[in-house]
């Protein structure tokens, strides 16, 4: 059905409505956007076998990367700067059960509105304009996103704190280019020192501003130490371990990615023993299928991969800055683990020379960057930019898999018509609502393959 006119009546909107199928979302707007809500149609959930494979579209954080550890923290680092309860002794912290459905997978600015509201009886006006300032401060003289310098720029003119970049030893400072975290934390304080500063916080939404600001500046102070070689110091500090990766593939994406590309034809057999393996590690369950069976088919799809690759996007609601140095982080790590996977010295070169750049393993790298936050998961248009990038039309929507781990991005893949919908959750999201998934695999990517045969 296609309407003529531009302006229809509600009984006529009504009807338009009812045309585009029989499964809505409402999705709910941050506060300062009208309406407070929309109505989206879903895409029919498709029933296996596919008529065939032409792309798999992912998330990033959770579904390719383990990245939400890193996510979580910074999240809960803002509201202990914003209340000044840095330690576990003052506030226990954000809570698993109630808290990490509604922090993860989302937009940030949803994250922080549902955390700011939640714990708005810890902060305190004196912690939030000192964490401002400093959050600010590191962003613009040590932080490396334009856009990120951008934002903080008219943050600070819209609380009327335009002149505080503009500080005498500031200035000197960047004159030699040195601006160091211990300068900008004595600079904040003879700043609130000297300084008659109030900030007007009228409603949620200038909390929120302020709050994504302060997120952002520990998310980006972590990526530049991980950036700089500094990772295995950062998760000794956070998590009390080093030889933990902040970041790495979660399981089966290497294997998975090898597969679809068609880099792997007959040398899958020997790799079905580490799949297995890291079905197990993902599910925490036993493999329980049929070893024989499971070899025979992989086998048949990876020759099948072999001539006809598919195209892959990454599709991802962090902004482009953060989603380059996770994913470089990534192949970092996925090389190492190539050696594991017993195969033939050509294949494991290839292998590596592949791994060595996120950009060989994707044909669209969709992030936060390439729309607008109001507009990012549980919204389709990222995931329409991204099938739009790999050149998929509405046609062959039917042979896409979308995958991802969490209640909104499983919603933005059926919102962008498509019907193959595979969620991935892993223990942070085991609380989501996965009703918009068309099959649920907790043993992740290596699930989709042993089980499902890719739904083909
Ligand atoms: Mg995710």
Same mark, same amino acid.
């Given at each position: 059905m296609i309407?003529?006119?531009?302006?229809?009546?509600?009984?006529?909107?009504?009807?338009?409505?009812?045309?585009?199928?029989?499964?809505?979302?409402?999705?709910?707007?941050?506060?300062?956007?009208h309406?407070?809500?929309?109505?989206?149609?879903?895409?029919?959930?498709?029933?296996?076998?596919?008529?065939?494979?032409?792309? %798999?579209?992912?998330?990033? *954080?959770?579904?390719?990367?383990?990245?939400?550890?890193?996510? =979580?923290?910074?999240?809960?680092?803002?509201?202990r700067k914003m209340s000044g309860k840095l330690e576990k002794d003052s506030w226990i912290g954000i809570d698993e059960k109630i808290d990490f459905p509604n922090i993860i997978g989302n937009s940030t600015t949803k994250h922080v509105e549902y955390l700011l509201t939640r714990y708005t009886k810890l902060l305190s006006s004196d912690d939030i304009l000192k964490s401002f300032i400093y959050a600010a401060l590191w962003t613009l003289y040590i932080g490396k996103d334009e856009n990120r310098k951008a934002e903080v720029k008219l943050n600070l003119a819209n609380f009327g704190l335009s002149n505080i970049h503009k500080n005498e030893r500031l200035l000197r400072l960047t004159d030699s280019n040195s601006v160091t975290e211990t300068e900008l934390h004595s600079i904040t304080? &003879?700043?609130?020192?000297?300084?008659?500063?109030?900030?007007?916080?009228?409603?949620?939404?200038?909390?929120?501003?302020?709050?994504?600001d302060i997120y952002y500046q520990r998310y980006h102070?972590?990526?530049?130490?991980?950036?700089?070689?500094k990772g295995n110091d950062i998760s000794r500090e956070l998590f009390g371990n080093s030889e933990n990766h902040l970041i790495e593939p979660m399981p089966g994406v290497v294997i998975f990615l090898s597969l679809v590309k068609g880099w792997l034809g007959e040398e899958i057999i020997n790799i079905i023993p580490q799949l297995i393996k890291e079905y197990e590690l993902k599910s925490n369950q036993i493999f329980a299928g049929n070893i024989d069976e499971v070899t025979n088919k992989l086998l048949t799809l990876s020759k099948y991969f072999q001539i006809n690759p598919i195209k892959t996007a990454i599709v991802t609601?962090?902004?482009?800055?953060?989603?380059?140095?996770?994913?470089?982080?990534? %192949?970092? %790590?996925?090389?190492?683990?190539?050696?594991k996977y017993n195969l033939s010295s050509e294949t494991e070169n290839f292998l590596?020379?592949?791994?060595?750049?996120?950009?060989?393993?994707?044909?669209?790298? %969709?992030?936060?960057?390439?729309?607008?936050?109001?507009?990012?998961?549980?919204?389709?248009?990222?995931?329409?930019?991204?099938?739009?990038?790999?050149?998929?039309?509405?046609?062959?929507?039917?042979?896409? =898999?979308?995958?991802? *781990? &969490?209640? &909104?991005?499983? =919603?933005?893949i059926r919102a962008a018509g498509i019907g193959m919908c595979i969620a991935v959750p892993f223990a942070e999201t085991?609380?989501?609502?996965?009703?918009?998934?068309?099959?649920i695999c907790e043993g992740g990517l290596p699930e989709a393959l042993l089980n499902y045969n890719l739904f083909l």
């Open positions: 309407n003529q006119n531009k302006f229809i009546s509600k009984i006529e909107a009504n009807k338009f409505l009812n045309s585009q199928g029989d499964e809505f979302t409402i999705i709910n707007n941050p506060d300062y956007i309406p407070s809500f929309e109505i989206v149609p879903l895409a029919l959930k498709l029933s296996p076998p596919l008529k065939g494979l032409r792309a %798999v579209v992912m998330d990033m *954080d959770g579904t390719i990367t383990t990245t939400e550890k890193l996510c =979580i923290h910074s999240l809960e680092f803002m509201i304080d &003879s700043l609130l020192g000297g300084l008659e500063m109030t900030l007007n916080l009228s409603s949620i939404n200038e909390y929120v501003r302020i709050g994504i102070e972590i990526l530049k130490r991980i950036e700089d070689g609601s962090s902004i482009s800055y953060e989603a380059k140095i996770v994913m470089a982080e990534m %192949v970092k %790590v996925a090389r190492n683990e190539i050696p590596h020379n592949k791994f060595s750049n996120y950009k060989n393993l994707f044909d669209a790298f %969709v992030t936060a960057s390439d729309s607008s936050e109001i507009r990012l998961k549980p919204h389709r248009d990222l995931y329409s930019i991204a099938l739009h990038q790999l050149g998929i039309s509405k046609n062959i929507f039917d042979q896409v =898999i979308g995958f991802e *781990d &969490s209640e &909104s991005g499983t =919603i933005a085991s609380g989501h609502n996965l009703d918009a998934a068309t099959f």
